[in-house]
């Protein structure tokens, strides 16, 4: 079996172009994950650490895509090695292998704690935007589906006996919806 290129590829929901990823790579095999890269439980990883052999290569375009924090990174990167699998990240210029490079390895570690650090300001920056957005009253989450004219509709179907079940299919929404519509 002759040694293989394999490309890992990550972005972070179904909405985003996996095509930039190492597009002027020749790669034998790639694996993609459409999911945030904060743990290491994702499946296009967990198929790709599978498959990859001793003397292939890894190739993944930046650190971030491989993991967004430090230990995950230094685990899966120390993890391939043993197998004899070289990884190498395309935007930092970095190849990991059996030959231990102290500087690549400091590099890694920065750049790691670099990624991790960004993540934690995301998370903050996150936090402090919904805080702020219920501060002001607004509403989070999936759009409201219920107004006025539908409150009184539920209303009015529930005062001449019908079902929660047969509203919600009358009115082509969830029974939760109904039960919300009732309490306003």
Same mark, same amino acid.
């Given at each position: 079996?002759?040694?293989?290129?394999?490309?890992? !590829?990550?972005?972070?929901?179904?909405?985003?172009?996996?095509?930039?990823?190492?597009?002027?790579?020749? &790669? =034998?095999?790639?694996? @993609?994950?459409?999911?945030?890269?904060?743990?290491?439980?994702?499946?296009?990883?967990?198929?790709?650490?599978?498959?990859?052999?001793?003397?292939?290569?890894?190739?993944? =375009?930046? !650190?971030?895509? &491989?993991?967004r924090?430090?230990?995950?990174?230094?685990?899966?990167?120390?993890?391939?090695? /043993?197998?004899?699998?070289?990884? /190498?990240?395309?935007?930092?210029?970095?190849?990991?292998?059996?030959?231990?490079?102290?500087?690549?390895?400091?590099? &890694?570690? !920065?750049?790691?704690a670099?990624?991790?650090?960004?993540?934690?300001?995301?998370?903050?920056?996150? /936090?402090?935007?919904?805080?702020?957005?219920?501060?002001?009253?607004?509403?989070?989450?999936?759009?409201?589906?219920? =107004?006025?004219?539908? !409150?009184?509709?539920?209303k009015?179907?529930?005062?001449?006996?019908?079902?929660?079940?047969?509203?919600?299919? =009358?009115?082509? @929404?969830?029974?939760?919806?109904?039960?919300?519509? &009732?309490?306003?």
């Amino acid at each position: 079996m002759s040694h293989q290129v394999v490309g890992y !590829i990550r972005v972070s929901s179904q909405g985003q172009n996996t095509a930039r990823q190492l597009a002027d790579i020749k &790669l =034998d095999k790639e694996f @993609v994950d459409m999911v945030t890269g904060s743990n290491q439980d994702r499946e296009g990883l967990q198929e790709c650490l599978a498959y990859v052999r001793a003397g292939d290569q890894l190739v993944v =375009d930046s !650190i971030d895509r &491989l993991a967004r924090n430090l230990q995950d990174l230094q685990e899966i990167v120390d993890r391939l090695i /043993k197998k004899g699998v070289s990884v /190498k990240f395309i935007k930092e210029n970095l190849t990991f292998n059996a030959n231990k490079d102290p500087m690549a390895t400091l590099t &890694l570690q !920065i750049m790691g704690a670099f990624a991790e650090f960004e993540r934690t300001m995301i998370r903050s920056r996150q /936090k402090e935007g919904i805080a702020a957005a219920k501060k002001a009253g607004k509403h989070l989450g999936r759009p409201i589906k219920v =107004d006025k004219k539908f !409150i009184t509709v539920v209303k009015e179907k529930k005062e001449s006996c019908q079902s929660i079940r047969s509203i919600a299919k =009358d009115m082509n @929404v969830s029974r939760a919806t109904i039960y919300k519509a &009732l309490e306003l």
